[in-house]
């Protein structure tokens, strides 16, 4: 067997190609064809492939309600300057991995040509390790920016702040974990904390489980009252926005490289039901001849036999 890989992408952005008995299986692992702040877009094989194993996350969701980064970026980049020179602190619960990297790139470089109000910007935690990695690598891989190191890119540490009514006194902007803001993490803590203060701000710029803190978060607006963990039912004083930074591609991408590809058997995974639904249609429809699977938690699918 001869295995192929591939680092493509911030996060997880990984794929694989698997030579095994003139079989050629591609599995895309979180790719995305579209370039972002940090990296370049996803670098396909470049001949055809037998098996596609593709992620299907957007695949349900239509592209024009996802927007692009230049337009999502400045309208954050917009609210971020009304709540800064307002007086309030943004925070922006992010994955320590991908996210946060992202994130903080992206604010540096709207600092540096003087589009966002320059003030503090915090980080902690694990993520800062996976930064010095990315820096480790930066020639290696397919990244913009290569030049600049994320770790030199001035940050303070939010494990420093003793009391968060510092952030009352100086505005700033958090980029804290956990990216769903989970019980026991800086992020949750924070996001307690900013409920209370009509002037401070959270962005969502992620995915959020319907099960976590973080959806509930999203799904809210200025005003509403809801309960948070074991707390008491509190009331959102603080703004809510949500900004659509995808680490993923769109679902006319996931098309893209189903046609470039040429697979004649197609396995469908990490999306919903019903984008899947509509990513296996979409490919049928171009190709009948290829044979689509969505797989499913304990369900096994037979790609080739070794006979």
């Known amino acids: 067997m001869k295995l192929l890989s591939f680092d493509v992408g911030i996060k997880n952005l990984a794929y694989c190609l698997i030579e095994y008995k003139n079989k050629r299986i591609f599995y895309t692992g979180d790719i995305k064809l579209s370039p972002q702040t940090i990296m370049n877009g996803a670098v396909l094989p470049d001949k055809p492939v037998d098996i596609l194993i593709t992620e299907s996350t957007y ?10 980064i230049k337009t999502e970026g400045d309208k954050l980049i917009a609210e971020a300057n009304r709540i800064i020179n307002g007086g309030g602190s943004v925070l922006i619960p992010v994955f320590s991995l991908g996210k ?5 790139m992206f604010l540096h470089s709207k600092m540096n040509r003087g589009k966002l109000t320059e003030v503090n910007i915090f980080t902690g935690g694990i993520s800062r390790k996976f930064a010095h990695l990315y820096d480790l690598n930066r020639f290696l891989i397919n990244r913009k920016f290569d ?3 994320l770790s030199e890119i001035e940050q303070f540490n939010y494990f420093d702040v003793v009391n968060p009514d510092y952030y009352k006194r100086h505005p700033s902007i958090i980029l804290a974990s956990s990216g769903m803001m989970l019980e026991n993490t800086m992020s ?5 904390y900013w409920l209370h203060h009509k002037s401070f701000g959270i962005f969502i710029v992620g995915y959020m489980d319907p099960s976590t803190p973080g959806y509930k978060i999203a799904k809210s607006t200025q005003g509403e009252e809801i309960e948070i963990g074991m707390d008491k039912k509190v009331i959102i004083k603080c703004s ?3 900004f659509h930074f995808p680490s993923h591609s769109t679902r006319e991408e996931l098309l893209e490289i189903a046609e470039k590809l ?6 469908l995974i990490h999306g919903e039901p019903e984008g899947k639904d509509w990513l ?3 490919i049928l429809k171009s190709n009948g001849n290829i044979r689509v699977h969505s797989a499913s938690i304990g369900n096994s699918i037979t790609l080739f036999s070794d006979n």
């Not at 946060?100 to 903080?104: A, G, H, K, R």
């Open 262 to 267: 040429k697979p004649s058997r197609v396995v």
């Open 188 to 192: 949750n803590k924070l996001m307690k």
């Open 280 to 282: 296996g249609d979409q």
């Open 59 to 68: 695949a349900s969701t239509e592209t024009e309600g996802i927007g692009t």
């Open 100 to 104: 946060m990297q992202e994130l903080l």
């Open 240 to 242: 809510v926005n949500r």
């Open 147 to 149: 030049k600049i190191k």
